[in-house]
């Protein structure tokens, strides 16, 4: 992290309690509990259907499907516009690197071209249980400056339809002209060089959303498996059951458990930055000072420089 964000990780974590991100700053919240009575700090980032049903036809709302455009066409909430990875990354250039965020001209000019302005509410619904994907688009407008006017539909597209809930068939229409005016949330977004100084920084957890066995260093695609040293491992399948985030006196623990104490701000990372997405997602929401490596591992591991943790020798 920087000088600047790294201080205010820092004061929040020294006084007992937990950074909260905004749109703007990030601001001290309320310690997080450990009893069965731990909520979410940040509740409205998640939604429920019965929410979405009694909004879904708010003139200022936008409903994004999340998934591919077959399992779109297949089915979506009547007026939801259709998102894929590849319309929010940026292409795979010198850098080698697979879906990192682009340009805030491109962001921008992406969610004017979906219907979202300067006062839209947002939710974002993922088709099936894979909410890394929609995590990531969650992410991307909080980068963009949209927090507090986001939200992720809780069991998505396969809960609303399982409830009998009225689904369309047809694409949404072109959307009305609007103005979007970003306020990129660069503190949201890790480079390596602050992974790397976080790696000495005991005040700081570097969470590994990657499953278990990449982590261990079985395998991982990259040219060095293993993990970044000091980092703790959440399975990224570890916070939802089918489709729906666990409780959050369980992710509470999940995040206890695996030693990310309260007060410590939190770097997330994965193989791309997918992953790490929903972790990132998942820290915010129970009130951690939370920031994305978005080249993560595959950024990383591909950096001889810098040391990795592999895989324990017989």
């Known amino acids: 992290m920087n000088a600047r964000s790294l201080h205010r ?57 999340v998934g591919r455009r077959a399992q779109y066409d297949s089915g979506h909430i009547a007026g939801a516009r259709p998102v894929a990875l590849a319309d929010i990354s940026a292409p795979v250039g010198a850098s080698k690197l697979s879906l990192q965020l682009p340009t805030v001209e491109q962001l921008t000019t992406w969610a004017q071209s979906n219907g979202i302005g300067d006062k839209t509410r947002i939710v974002i619904v993922p088709h099936d249980d894979t909410l890394q994907s929609a ?108 489709g729906l985030f ?19 701000p939190v770097v997330t990372y994965c193989h791309i930055g997918q992953q790490a997405s929903l972790l990132w997602f998942v820290a915010t929401l129970m009130g951690y000072d939370a920031t994305m490596f978005d080249g993560s591992f595959q950024e990383w591991s591909g950096t001889d420089r810098l040391p990795v943790v592999g895989p324990k020798k017989p």
């Open 9 to 65: 990780a820092c004061v929040a974590a020294l006084a007992g309690v937990v950074a909260v991100t905004t749109a703007c700053h990030r601001t001290a919240a309320t310690p997080i509990a450990t009893s069965s009575s731990a909520r979410a700090a940040r509740p409205n980032m998640l939604v429920t259907t019965a929410w979405l049903a009694s909004h879904v036809k708010d003139r200022d709302l936008v409903v994004l499907h």
């Open 135 to 242: 995590a990531r688009v969650f992410l991307t407008l909080a980068y963009l400056g949209a927090l507090n006017r986001t939200s992720l539909l809780d069991g998505g597209y396969k809960t609303w339809r399982s409830e009998g809930r009225a689904v369309s068939t047809v694409p949404a229409s072109s959307a009305s002209v609007t103005h979007f005016t970003p306020h990129p949330q660069h503190a949201l977004i890790a480079t390596m060089d602050e992974v790397e100084q976080a790696t000495r920084d005991a005040r700081i957890t570097l969470v590994d959303a990657r499953l278990t066995r990449f982590y261990n260093g079985d395998g991982g695609g990259f040219p060095r498996p293993g993990h970044i040293p000091t980092a703790v491992s959440i399975p990224f399948p570890s916070v939802s059951t089918g």
């Open 246 to 264: 666990k409780a959050p006196t369980e992710l509470h623990k999940l995040f206890l458990d695996a030693g990310v104490t309260a007060g410590k």
